[in-house]
């Protein structure tokens, strides 16, 4: 599988469809103890946890529940979220969504 940089820290690969025009199921890279700013996206999506630690605050929630390889989650469509690889390690996902990938910062 090719990944390509999204920025310095992130790496995406498709798995299926084009991420940037509909449908897909993308695989992603994060480092080790790093931080999206918070964020939104247009469109729903479900996300699989495949090594590593993350969480995925929303609102700027305090103590978000800890992810380990093998945890769902999912965020609506609009909500403010940060995504999150916590783990000494660098961790990895999968995710999907029936619509276009979108990064929408919040100020």
């Avoid at 990895?92 to 619509?99: I, L, S, T, V």
Wanted: with cysteine.
């Amino acid at each position: 599988m090719q990944f390509a940089n999204i920025n310095p820290a992130i790496q995406m690969g498709a798995a299926w469809g084009d991420r940037g025009a509909g449908a897909h199921g993308t695989f992603g890279k994060f480092p080790a103890k790093f931080t999206t700013p918070t964020h939104s996206h247009s469109g729903a999506y479900h996300g699989i946890v495949l090594q590593g630690v993350m969480t995925n605050p929303f609102d700027d929630e305090a103590d978000p529940p800890q992810m380990a390889a093998g945890s769902y989650w999912y965020v609506p469509a609009g909500s403010s979220h940060a995504t999150a690889c916590v783990s000494e390690t660098p961790c990895r996902f999968y995710f999907h969504a029936e619509g276009a990938f979108d990064f929408l910062p919040v100020e």
